[in-house]
């Protein structure tokens, strides 16, 4: 996966749709990047840029506003201000043809990565905030607290929709990153839970190199659970096994992981690939290092629903201070040795 690390903002402009207007307020001036406004940005995209959720995607075929004024701009065809108004006016459309999508500042913003030029559209969902409130009745003063509807998100919160849109260059496995993140208010969810990502963007998710390591991981996890229930010896191997390749080798064939699991298990070994399969995963998944790196470099453990364990990678792995014996009857023994100073929290 391109992991972008290096972000410059060249400009950006931000505009008003209010799903109770009649029409949007559009912009006709970039905002001015004073350091306040540019480091506001650059946290919220450093942030979505490192968000798990954010998934590649292709335009589909067919005419599609954003993708035809984005590239426009990235082509260097027309400025930020009329490609914006094209973009905004897109996604109030869709607003007002059902209220179920909040209201919102969409900010466009042009930035310069070590990977090519973006176009960043981001969604700026309210935030309720709360202010006080000052009146004078009489010779006396009144204060009271209040809310606000229409904060945006600060550089601590998270957005909650954006795309970074790409140059189109022939033989691109992908012309955008998507971040999509859902509701969990049914009502909202009533027009479409996709209507950012096929309605407005007019794209279709592919999966990543990151996306198949987690889905790997994920579903022999979720194997485990549900068919090594009460072996926990067992299910420490298939944990530990599966683990060792993530960091040794650059692709896994599932039908080879399956085979050394269960050697001589052949209902396990054909339902263990048979899962996989099922999850939509590729008979031969590419590594993505870096998101191991990050995955494995703490571990947790629930231990029989009551017991919590934190530990990184290198303790984890030091027999000096961390050891899962094997009893030999699906039990295990997690030791932790030579403790010297421990506290409660």
Known sequence: MEYINDIHINEAIIHILDNNAGEPLLNSFILDLNEEIYKFLLKHMEKLLKDEELKYAVFNSGRNIVKESAQEYLNGENDIVTVSHDIANQLFTLMKSNGNVPSCDLIVVSISTEYSPMLAILKMDYIKNYVHKIDFKENDIDINIVSQTSG????????????????????????????????????????????????????????????????????????????????????????????????????????????????????????????????????????????VDKKLKRTRLKIDKDIDLYLSEEAYHDKDRFEIKKNGDGSINIVIKHVINYIEK
């Not at 496995?173 to 509701?183: A, E, G, I, P, T």
């Not at 963007?201 to 994920?218: A, I, Q």
């Not at 650059?250 to 999850?279: G, R, Y």
């Open 152 to 291: 945006l998100p600060s550089s601590g919160q998270k957005i909650q929709k954006c795309a970074f849109i790409k140059p189109i260059r022939e033989d691109e496995k992908f012309h955008l990153m998507v971040l999509d993140k859902q509701s969990k208010s049914k009502e909202k969810e009533q027009y479409g839970s996709n209507y950012f990502i096929s309605n407005y963007l007019g794209c279709s998710l592919v999966d990543n190199e990151r996306d198949m390591t987690k889905n790997l991981l994920n579903a022999t996890e979720n194997w485990t659970r549900n068919n090594v229930s009460e072996n926990a010896g067992k299910a420490e191997t298939i944990r530990t096994t599966v683990k060792k390749k993530l960091r040794e080798e650059e692709t896994i064939n599932v039908e080879d992981l399956s085979t050394e699991l269960f050697k001589e298990e052949p209902l396990a070994k054909e339902s263990f690939v048979q899962f996989v399969e099922a999850q939509g995963i590729e008979d031969t998944v590419t590594i993505d290092k870096q998101w």
